[in-house]
């Protein structure tokens, strides 16, 4: 049976850049757990292109980074926004090159908010972080408990296993249909390949 959400990741096209290091942000572990942050967001948060690959310049509509962040362009974030997600903000981010030089001031941060308590956690087998006991560091598998979701959410992070972000189907269609670049969705049973 088909589910109706996917995961959000980044695909890896070539020229195109990685990107690592945030900076400008203090608690940036607010960001992993949902912790609402546009009142108190900086308009000088950056991110570098990997100097790790000095060749791959080119910008994406998503971009993949070290953080574990959804970063997107203003394109993407429009889109997004017109979506009318509830519980997800946007955050201002500079993407710098790798000779430190301003590559562009037009891309965000996607952050959903307020993560979903949806994981069948017994069936997901999770190992718990041994520092934040409210953190699953590792799932065996990926256990959606569905009767737990609002169908108002169409993009969210579960609650306690904050490297995941789900987007409904239809909504990931809509993306594709638009033509951005630089996004790969798996199904929940492709857990194990993200």
Known sequence: MQQDYLFWASKRIENVCQLVDLKGVEREWELDKGIPRMSSFPVNATMRMDDKRPN?????????????????????????SSQNLVEVEYLPLTIIDHKGRVASTNYFIVHP???????????????????????IKELKRFVLDESKLTNSRG???PKNYY???????ALAESIDMEGFTGIRWFELNQFAQL
Not at 56 to 80: H, M, P, Q, W
């Open 56 to 80: 791959n310049t080119l910008l994406a509509d998503n971009l993949f980074n070290t953080c574990g962040l959804i970063v997107v362009s203003e394109r993407l974030k429009k889109y997004l």
């Open 113 to 135: 908010t307020n993560p979903v308590n949806c994981l069948n956690v017994d069936q997901s087998d999770p190992t718990w972080s041994s520092i934040d006991k409210t953190r």
């Open 155 to 157: 993009m969210f992070r």
């Open 163 to 169: 490297v995941a972000t789900l987007i409904k189907r």
